[in-house]
């Protein structure tokens, strides 16, 4: 069996999930299809979810718009009066009563039970409309089947349990074609919880590993993996094959390929990962497996935006790689702050992590009997792979750089934003 993946911009409306359809027809083999929210419904519902919280009355209006978008792709599917207009209504009056009923919990409890319904309308939707055209699809809802601890919108998941239910429930004795929502899980007390923003891509690859799947294949709009941006640098050219750790490496360094955690559960059980155009399917795409080799060794240009640099100073002048080092990395982790980039000197050490501001100032103040801590902000962080002098004036020339790190096959840059 195969896993595919599609993300929010191959169903952001009728079309997309007719093409989506014509690449499920040209593949015989059983079938996991994971599936996004549509388009931009994750942002949408993340401004009703604020407004809510916020206790503006225009979370309504906001929640009706990203219900007329949908509605409107049922209707471009489906026509007037269908069975599928119901369950969505349905649906959305089941978020509507929560909205209307609940006492608002923390917030980030509260993204996931908002938040996640944007993969069940999403899902609903595709394999209804698969349903028309083959006759042995299911629908399975993932919240009961993948389980997580309670660390809302940040979960773990629990292997043992979820490994369990997930092979009973997609049992292709039963139909050929399963569709679920990527992104979400639950709790083993039935709350809703979320494994991060993009974090469908991570789905998909726990579900293959779980099941053995031959390969994940995650549907975009590029030809592949390209060694930049091309709104960054316009020639970027696409990689045909790269190494596991390669992808890890690139995806730790901000490339938007796909989620950081996907490549872990694929590299333990050694299944490939096709990054395809829902575009062009007929075209080849990148593969990211075991022992592939760069064809050419070309220079990977990565971009990681919206960056802060933290210096912690101990107060007491004391060297800071010894217990002080712990203290302050278990500070880091208690506060859900990811860290970018560590670079240390005797009585001091530079942190790099996403402009997440409140997590930050949180863990400032918590660090302040001991640290003093300061941060510059608009941050960017720069990494080349495999770099070449040209690649490096490339990249820095006219830049503040505040902190160079290099290595034989990788150099990182913290520059300020021009
Ligand atoms: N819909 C979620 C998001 O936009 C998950 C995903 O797209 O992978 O973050
Ligand atoms: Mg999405």
Known sequence: MKVYKFGGASVKDASGIKNLTKIIAAESDNLIIVVSAFGKTTNALEKVLKAW??????YNDLLDEVYLGHLSIVMDLFGQGSEVKEKIDGSFALLRDYLLTSIKGKYDFEYDQVVSYGEIWSTIIVSEYLRTYFHDVDWCDIREN???????????????ESTKRVLSIFDFKKKRIYVTQGFIGGTVAGQTTTLGREGSDYTAAILANMLD????????DV??????????F???QKLDEIS????????????????????????NKNIPLYVRSFLSPEEKGTVIKADATLREIVPVFIKKVDQILISILPKDF??????NLSMIFHSFITHGIK????????????????DEREKVEVLINDLKTEFSAVYNEKMEMLTIRHYTPEALILITEGREILIEQRTRSTVRFVVRKV
Do not use: Q
């Open 53 to 58: 919280l916020n206790g503006e009355a225009k």
């Open 146 to 160: 993948l389980l997580t601890d309670d660390r809302y919108r940040d979960a773990n998941v629990l292997w043992s």
């Open 213 to 220: 799947a031959e390969c994940v294949v995650v549907w975009k």
């Open 223 to 232: 030809s592949g993996i390209l060694n930049a941006d091309p709104k960054w």
């Open 234 to 236: 316009p020639d970027a």
């Open 244 to 267: 596991y750790k390669e992808a890890v490496e690139m995806s730790f360094s901000g490339a938007k390929v796909i989620h950081p955690k996907t490549i872990k559960p694929l590299h």
């Open 318 to 323: 004391s060297f800071v790689m010894g217990d």
């Open 339 to 354: 860290v970018n980039l560590v670079e240390a000197s005797a009585v001091s050490i530079d942190v790099c992590v996403d």
